[in-house]
């Protein structure tokens, strides 16, 4: 089992930053690629970014290529998203994910690859 925490949510105006953070505890979790996903009210879950196991490999949403990035610290068990230069159309709730087997291309785009979850994090960006 793998238990995953998010935060760093908030309210944040059009062009500013947010760093969300997932905290993972239960499983070695330097051994798994870790996602991020985000869902808005009447939307479908969509794939924002993921991160290879070392950190070497990094993959975007061409929605936030450019603003965000995603990295890891193995030695704390956390993934991180900086948010720059956020949108209106930013605003969803923020999950991060974990496999439970090794993912590989197109697979890392897709929620039902992953099989551990956060509860979320709301993120809501104001025009």
Known sequence: QVQLVESGGGLVQAGGSLRLSCAASGRTF?????????????????????????????????????????????????????????????????????PSHPIYGSNRYDSRNYDYWGQGTQVTVSS
């Open 30 to 98: 330097s051994r798994y690629d870790m996602g991020w996903f985000r869902q808005a009210p009447g939307k479908e879950r969509e794939f924002v970014a993921a991160i290879t196991w070392s950190g070497g490999s990094k993959y975007y949403a061409d929605s936030v290529k450019g603003r965000f990035t995603i990295s890891r610290d193995n030695a704390k068990s956390t993934v991180y998203l900086q948010m720059n230069s956020l949108k209106p159309e930013d605003t969803a709730a923020y999950y991060c994910a974990v």
